[in-house]
Every structure is written in C-alpha cells, then in structure tokens.
C-alpha cells in the first residue's frame, strides 16, 4: 500500500519529549510533567476537530485531510497545583499500513481510539486500529490507557453505532468508553483532563468534574452568541 502522506515524525522540542519533566522554561515550568497522547482512527472522524477543540478551544467547519501526523499541545492544571503539558500526536487516517506508525507510537500514555458514531465503517475500522496500537504498544514501559472514543453526538439523529455496541466493544477490549462532540465541545476537555489525571494517579473531585462541565457549557453558549 503506498503510504500517500507518510512523513518522518517531527524533531520534538526538549521540553516537550514524552514521560519527561520539563525543565526548559525556568522555574515556573520546572515541575511540568509531559503526557503524550496518540490519537488514531479513520479519516473524516474528527479526530482534529477533536485535538483542535481542546488545544485551541476552537472548530473549523472545513475538512483538512491529516497527512501523516499534526501535533497539538496544552498546559493544564490538575489538583494540588499540578501543571502537565500535554502532548498531542494527531495521526492521519492512511497511516494505519504507514512505517512510520510504531514510531508514533512510541512513549505514548494514552491512545484516543475516535470513530464518528454516524459512520458504521468507522466504528467497525476502530478493531484494525486497536490491534496496531496493542501490537506496537505492548513492550512498553509503562501500560497506555486506550480509550473508545465516539464523536459528533451532536448528529444524534444520524447515529448508527449504538449505545450498546459501543459500550460492549469498550468493554470486551478492555477500553474506556466516552463521547465526545467536537463541534459542541461537550465533554472533549473534561474527557482529556480525566484521562491525564488518571494516568498521573491523581484523584479528581466530583465538584472538578462538574467545574468541567460549565466550563464546557459556558463556552458553548459563548460560541452560539
């Protein structure tokens, strides 16, 4: 298969290197710790959008075909003043045969598995991308958390994969399921804040969750205006 798109994975800045603390920036930024997520699946399922909404806090109504790999970054607090940088690796949807795709996923902590939940193919693809990261993340030092990620529940309406199938495919490979609407912004943030603290063994609260929440909700209305 010709790996249309494929490039070399970007030369990351130091302070910016996955499972590093980040020592580059002074003393303010001298605890950051660095969270590297991957984010898989097929073309068209949102998985910019997803990676756009929660660096950037915005959403562009055009599709821009990811060729190879795009990076995203973002600091966030977590309890007991905790700052992480979190390290996005959007990866096109073409790269599943790519060589290049062990290398993307190597140092990860997370791996976002997205499907658009109006697109059946997408869902069904999700079990070719969840064997390529199993196999390409099974000698890793640490265990990476996977987590089923539906997206455009917005498009409620059009909803093909059911509550059920995905809930049950989640379970069945030992996946985290969510939801997410990378238009709306519902529960994208949240869903990464949770998925780092997590990982980091950090407790949230539900008052933090529901912090989350209107936030979210704040800057839904904000955007409708």
């Known amino acids: ?3 249309m798109g494929e490039i070399d994975a970007p030369e990351l800045p130091k302070k910016v290197q996955p499972g590093k603390i980040d020592d580059t920036e002074g003393e303010d930024d001298a605890d950051d710790k660095v969270i590297k997520i991957v984010v898989v ?3 068209a399922s949102g998985k910019t959008s997803i990676c756009q909404r929660f660096a950037k806090e915005s959403f562009d109504k055009t599709y821009h075909q990811t060729l190879g790999l795009d990076f995203f970054s973002r600091r966030i607090m977590l309890p007991h003043e905790m700052q992480v940088l979190v390290q996005i ?3 096109g949807g073409q790269s599943i045969a790519g060589e290049m795709i062990d290398k993307y996923l190597t140092g990860a902590n997370i791996v976002f598995l997205v499907y658009d939940v109006t697109n ?3 869902f069904e693809n999700v079990s070719d991308w969840m064997t390529v990261v199993k196999k390409n993340t099974k000698g890793s030092e640490t265990p990476v958390r996977i987590i089923l990620m539906g997206n455009k529940t917005d498009l409620e309406e059009r909803r093909i994969v059911t509550v059920d199938q995905h809930k049950n495919f989640a379970q ?3 996946m985290v399921p969510v939801y997410v609407s990378a238009k709306t912004g519902d529960t994208v943030y949240m869903t990464f804040r949770q998925a780092v603290a997590e990982v980091l063994n950090v407790g949230l609260s539900k008052a ?3 912090a989350d ?3 979210i909700q704040g800057s839904v209305v904000e955007q409708s205006r």
């Open 208 to 210: 933090e969750i529901e």
């Open 1 to 3: 298969m010709a790996k």
């Open 120 to 122: 059946g193919k997408s």
């Open 41 to 43: 699946g097929d073309g």
């Open 172 to 174: 069945a490979n030992d």
């Open 213 to 215: 929440i209107e936030i």
């Open 89 to 91: 690796w959007d990866i």
